[in-house]
């Protein structure tokens, strides 16, 4: 008669199918993936949060980068002044907005003056630009146009990408 009982396995372990073998190891590669990425933003060197010109004064030598900082750190504060000008009117235009009864005259006059802020700002930003051309070597010119020539190719990358995906 033939024997129809399961084989005996010698194996003291129990076997792990292939697929879950598989699986687990695609799970631990991945795990050491993320891993290598947090490490090396933790680790690795400090990513610039800076914007505008002082992101590109991170790239020259220390020597130089020194000249530049004392111009950048007073200009900012005369920005900071414009934006605070900014924000003050445009709290006087909400104001305006939620007036009973509605004064046309001094909602203009509102809106003129958060233009002019926002003017002045722009002017602001302007005359620092220009005082840091100013002391640049033409080299350092040539690298900084050359960089805010691929500052705005990203900017219209990202102006495109924005407009596809809202036509779609």
């Not at 190891?25 to 949060?49: C, E, T, Y």
């Not at 203009?108 to 002045?120: D, F, I, K, N």
Request: proline share 5%; glycine share 6%; no cysteine.
């Amino acid at each position: 008669m033939t024997d129809k009982s399961p084989p005996v396995v010698s194996s003291s372990q129990p076997q792990v199918p292939r697929w879950m073998a598989i699986l687990l190891a695609l799970s631990v590669g991945l795990n050491l993936i993320v891993a290598g990425v947090m490490a090396g933003r933790l680790l690795g060197p400090p990513h610039h949060k800076g914007h505008g010109f002082s992101s590109y004064i991170d790239t020259l030598p220390a020597e130089r980068r020194a000249g530049f900082t004392s111009i950048v750190s007073e200009g900012r504060q005369q920005l900071k002044q414009h934006r605070d000008r900014i924000d003050m009117e445009s709290r006087a235009v909400i104001s305006d907005l939620r007036a009973e009864p509605f004064d046309r005259a001094r909602f203009v006059a509102t809106l003129g003056r958060l233009e002019s802020a926002h003017g002045a700002l722009r002017q602001g930003a302007a005359d620092l630009i220009v005082a840091l051309a100013e002391k640049m070597t033409p080299q350092e010119r040539l690298a900084y146009a050359e960089w805010r020539e691929r500052r705005e190719q990203r900017r219209e990358n990202r102006r495109k990408r924005r407009k596809e995906s809202d036509e779609e």
